[in-house]
Nanobody, 116 residues
Framework: QVQFTESGGGLVQAGGSLRLSCAVPGTVITIGWDRQAPGKQREMVARAFTRRRTNYADSVKGRFTISRDNAKNTAWLQMDNLKPEDTAVYYC?????????????WGQGTQVTVSS
């Protein structure tokens, strides 16, 4: 298994900001976050690929920003102008290059709660 080091999250009022961080060992190809709200399916939130390419869910574009430090195998998700519908457990995701191909892993998750 892969040991994720996640931090951030918590409770914030609507319009506020939070910052998540995630560190993962190994050769990380892609890193990002998914989230899952109560009673809903898990969804992709943001991805940071190699060569500084990024991808976001339509619902967070313009409000969330993902960044990564390849040397530290660490990524951050800056979440601004948070809305109550952003309330969910946020899971760090990493695609890691192994000895035979690559594998996808998820961290244990951190709770983000946005009050109205």
């Amino acid at each position: 298994q892969v040991q994720f080091t996640e931090s951030g999250g918590g409770l914030v009022q609507a319009g506020g900001s939070l910052r998540l961080s995630c560190a993962v060992p190994g050769t990380v190809i892609t890193i990002g976050w998914d989230r899952q709200a109560p009673g809903k399916q898990r969804e992709m939130v943001a991805r940071a690929f190699t060569r500084r390419r990024t991808n976001y869910a339509d619902s967070v574009k313009g409000r969330f920003t993902i960044s990564r430090d390849n040397a530290k195998n660490t990524a951050w998700l800056q979440m601004d102008n948070l809305k109550p519908e952003d309330t969910a457990v946020y899971y760090c995701y990493a695609r890691i290059d192994g000895n035979v191909g690559y594998h996808d892993y998820w961290g244990q998750g951190t709770q983000v709660t946005v009050s109205s």
